[in-house]
């Protein structure tokens, strides 16, 4: 069974620091990874994923992701925090097998402070 | 282009009533479509999930059932709410064995209380 974890409920950053926000995964074959973010009140947004290829992959809102292998992480990164990004971010893997059900992390709140 | 519609947006309703939540895709056919449901602002909890018409399988034991009644159209319904039925309900949509590539597209969810 795939599984990720998201060991960080909450992550608090200063405006204009740079932020990581934490996904380690557990999954049979290749992994597929996928970042979203939730606003208050709203659905889940497609920010970015790994499917094959460089391993530093660049998404929406300037944010970006390092797929490590030996790892077994996908941590979500931006060089420089806006007081927009605070939200809910949640990160989720499939596989190549039938169904390609993904399944998402708890979630991790990202605070950045003014 | 593809989009998903889910209504209400926000719904209070009381104990011991029923319930019937919607959700339609538009501009694809044949679709993955799934419920959520996200207690407090944090996890999500797959609910239903239905690979084809008529096709609905419960991920959970609870209040509440789902039924596909159209290829595009995804219903969670009970007959009588609970105060844990709760929440913040989303619905989702996926390119058949295309989960891979695209992942999932979600709705902009409906908030339940229950009262």
């Known amino acids: 069974a795939q599984s990720v974890a998201q060991p960080e409920d909450q992550v608090n950053v200063a405006e204009g620091n740079p932020l990581t926000v934490k996904c380690t995964y557990s999954v049979s074959g290749n992994p597929y990874l996928f970042w979203y973010v939730q606003y208050p009140n709203r659905g889940l947004q497609f920010l970015l994923k790994y499917i094959t290829g460089d391993n530093l992959v660049k998404g929406s809102y300037g944010f970006e992701a390092e797929f490590n292998k030996s790892q077994t992480s996908f941590h979500l990164k931006k060089p420089s925090a806006l007081v927009s990004d605070s939200a809910l971010y949640f990160c989720a893997v499939t596989n190549n097998n039938a169904g390609n059900m993904l399944t998402f992390g708890g979630g991790t709140r990202l605070m950045v402070k003014p | 282009s593809q989009t998903i519609h889910q209504w209400p947006a926000t719904l209070v309703q009381p104990v011991g009533s029923p319930l019937s939540l919607e959700c339609t895709v538009e501009?694809?056919?044949?679709?993955?479509l799934y419920w959520y449901r996200q207690a407090a602002g944090r996890g999500l909890q797959l609910l239903f999930y239905s690979v084809g018409i008529g096709q609905i399988s419960s991920e959970v034991p609870q209040n509440l059932s789902a039924s596909r009644p159209q290829d595009r159209q995804f219903i969670l319904s009970s007959k009588k709410l609970l105060l844990s039925d709760s929440g913040f309900y989303l619905c989702a949509w996926s390119q058949r064995g295309r989960s891979i590539v695209y992942g999932y597209t979600f709705g902009s969810g409906t908030r339940l209380t229950v009262v």
């Open positions: 501009g694809t056919s044949n679709p993955n």
